[in-house]
């Protein structure tokens, strides 16, 4: 007993946890949490370091050239040329393209063929139509013929009752065969004008394949090519083209903007007008609103004016981006000659507020540059520019407000 006794003192010995393994199961948990924290501590840094050098996004404006001297500009806005007379040219009917007569660029005139489509089909029809009209001319000869011949038998008929030889039935039977063949000919007669009809419709049919041009203009886009389907309505599937040719009337172009309802006001009929193309902005084009329309987009807010050139040129292309300043019907007051020119138009929203001076931050090379500028009088929501800017440079209209002088940014599409 005393034997066993020890031996089970010396298992329970063994199951006792020695103080140096104690110790160092304490030291690995503080590894393991300082390890922890310190990768909490690095995640954080790279998120912090990942925002800081995030570019801001920002959308930019370009100044505008003032308006011209002489009258005083009351308003500003932007758009594009807008041809009033632009159509898709497409095929009334379905069929295959056999031939394509004009390329971007070519000047066509009213009724000049443009392209032509498979007509194999709708002339066979034409040509049925045609053989019934006559077979049914014929039947008409051949029934008028026979008409004659029931008319002579009638009358023969006629004269042997009168004389009491025939009987009454017999001169009612040929009395019955000729008013039948004259019904017969009224009938050959319809179905000869149905003919007609018909032949009528084969015939627009046949027509139908050659497309031409609508009116005088220039060609600015080939939608089909010899060989494929033509459809006046969408057949899906993307194999079926739904147009020939987009035909554009160079002597309607004219210049489409929005007006912020707010000044809209200031806008009326036949109002003069200045407008400058972004492609030529050292060439100042006269123009005079044509119409406001009556309407307002909700949703913008703004008013649609349409506005004609005073003198067309060849230079004014369709979609081409366009500024325009709406002049004061009077003069614009005489200045001191002392007093600064305006250097530049600018949206008054492109400013920005720094101890009580005026600043924009350009754009160059996807970097901010902080300039100082000097302002003049404000029409409408542009402001005008004494100093600091030239027309043509980009400005932030839209940004952070936490913008750096030299600070890199990405511009908004």
């Known amino acids: 007993m005393a034997t066993t006794e020890i031996h089970s003192k010396a298992d329970l010995g063994s199951l006792r946890i020695q103080d140096t393994h104690r110790s160092g199961g304490k030291t690995g948990k503080r590894i393991a949490y300082g390890t922890a924290g310190l990768g ?13 050098t995030q570019k801001p996004v920002v959308e930019v404006v370009t100044a505008e050239t003032p308006a011209p001297g002489g009258a005083e500009g009351i308003l500003n806005a932007s758009g594009y040329v807008t041809p009033r007379n632009r159509a898709t040219i497409a095929a009334k009917i379905t069929g ?18 443009l392209a032509t489509l498979d007509d194999s089909d709708t002339r066979k029809a034409l040509e049925s139509a045609k053989a019934d009209r006559n077979a049914s001319q014929a039947a008409i000869a051949d ?7 029931a008319e002579i038998e009638l009358h023969r008929a006629d ?9 009454q039935e017999q001169l009612d039977t040929a009395s019955a065969s000729a ?21 009528r419709e084969a015939q627009q049919a ?6 031409v041009a609508p009116y005088d203009g220039i060609v600015v886009s080939k939608d089909a090519q010899v060989g494929e389907m033509v459809s006046p309505i969408s057949a899906g599937g993307g194999f079926t083209r739904t147009g020939i040719a987009t035909v554009v009337d160079m002597n309607s172009n004219e210049i489409e903007v929005d007006v912020n309802e707010a000044y809209i006001s200031r806008v009326k009929d036949h109002q003069r007008v200045m407008a400058i193309l972004d492609a030529y902005p050292n060439w100042e084009i006269p123009s005079h609103v044509r119409t406001v329309i009556p309407s307002a987009d909700r949703q913008k807010a703004t008013v649609k004016v349409r506005i004609s050139f005073d003198k067309l040129d060849p230079r004014i292309l369709p979609d081409m981006g366009i500024k325009v300043t709406f002049l004061s019907d009077e003069p614009a007051k005489k200045k001191d000659k002392t007093a600064p020119a305006i250097a530049a138009i600018l949206p008054t929203a492109a400013l920005r507020d720094e101890n009580g001076k005026k600043v924009v931050f350009l754009v160059k090379n996807d970097h901010v540059e902080r300039r100082a500028v000097s302002v003049g009088n404000t029409a409408g929501s542009a402001t005008e520019i004494l100093s600091g800017l030239v027309a043509g ?3 932030v209209l839209r940004g952070p407000t936490n913008l750096q002088d030299g600070q890199a940014v990405e511009i908004k599409k």
């Open 96 to 113: 295959r393209v056999t031939g394509v007569f004009f390329d971007e660029g070519t000047h066509v005139h009213k009724g000049q063929l």
């Open 159 to 167: 004269e042997l009752r009168k004389a009491g030889v025939q009987s």
């Open 143 to 149: 029934l008028q013929v026979q008409l004659r011949l």
């Open 179 to 199: 008013d039948s063949l004259k019904a017969k000919i009224e009938l050959a007669k319809e179905q000869v004008l149905a003919a007609d009809a018909r032949i």
């Open 40 to 52: 909490v501590l690095v995640l954080i840094a790279g998120v912090a370091f990942a925002f800081r």
């Open 393 to 395: 440079d980009s400005v």
């Open 206 to 211: 046949v027509d139908n394949c050659v497309i």
